[in-house]
T-cell receptor, first 115, second 114 residues
Framework: DTGVSQDPRHKITKRGQNVTFRCDPI?????LYWYRQTLGQGPEFLTY????????KSRLLSDRFSAERPKGSFSTLEIQRTEQGDSAMYLC?????????????FGNGTRLTVT | DAKTTQPPSMDCAEGRAANLPCNHS???????VYWYRQIHSQGPQYIIH???NNETNEMASLIITEDRKSSTLILPHATLRDTAVYYC???????????????FGKGITLSVRP
């Protein structure tokens, strides 16, 4: 169990550029979540996958955001035409989704700064 | 639409017990109480969860009142490494399909002083 891995840890981009983040969940975890966290706030849910199916998307996930999990393993989150308001920590989490005790395991996030 | 209320901050002395309160007066019968914590520059870390009985694991104890309207997370012997933001969350069991996400509030910042 190597934990949830996110790459990159930090990303600085100019407004209008596209960025893509990657998340590698704990192996055999069939659920994968994306959250966003701004300074002083708790994490906000963006979307989640059960295997390769994207089952829920938050209203926070505008059409500039797209998430994929093509083979039910790793996931990517892409933000197109970034805006300064997109600056935040993007957190990925995974869970086994079965049994009484299936907590979310979070990665350490990707911090995005849009200049 | 926060379902929990936590004080913004508290502190305790190293080695003493830290008792973190949480109010969830509108909790539904099928909702569990979850606690996570987030140490600076890290992702949230699961601590414990419970439905109505008190729970204990290697990290903490969770005490839920009989009416389930409030709970307390107890760190029995706080250390400096326990300084973090602690989130109390109520949610149906996340392994069910009906609600498979956790909704975080602002949490309580615990500062452990030497």
């Amino acid at each position: 169990d190597t934990g949830v891995s996110q790459d990159p840890r930090h990303k600085i981009t100019k407004r209008g550029q596209n960025v893509t983040f990657r998340c590698d969940p704990i192996s055999e975890h069939n659920r994968l979540y994306w959250y966003r966290q701004t300074l002083g706030q708790g994490p906000e849910f963006l979307t989640y996958f059960q295997n390769e199916a994207q089952l829920e998307k938050s209203r926070l996930l505008s059409d500039r955001f797209s998430a994929e999990r093509p083979k039910g393993s790793f996931s990517t989150l892409e933000i197109q035409r970034t805006e300064q308001g997109d600056s935040a920590m993007y957190l990925c989490a995974s869970s086994s989704g079965t049994g009484v005790n299936s907590p979310l395991h979070f990665g350490n996030g990707t911090r995005l700064t849009v200049t | 639409d926060a379902k929990t209320t936590q004080p913004p901050s508290m502190d305790c002395a190293e080695g003493r017990a830290a008792n973190l309160p949480c109010n969830h007066s509108t909790i539904s019968g099928n909702e569990y109480v979850y606690w996570y914590r987030q140490i600076h520059s890290q992702g949230p870390q699961y601590i414990i969860h419970g439905l109505k009985n008190n729970e204990t694991n290697e990290m903490a104890s969770l005490i839920i009142t009989e009416d389930r309207k409030s709970s307390t997370l107890i760190l029995p012997h706080a250390t400096l490494r326990d300084t973090a933001v602690y989130y109390c969350i109520v949610s149906p069991l996340i392994s069910t399909g009906a609600n498979s996400k956790l909704t975080f509030g602002k949490g309580i910042t615990l500062s452990v002083r030497p």
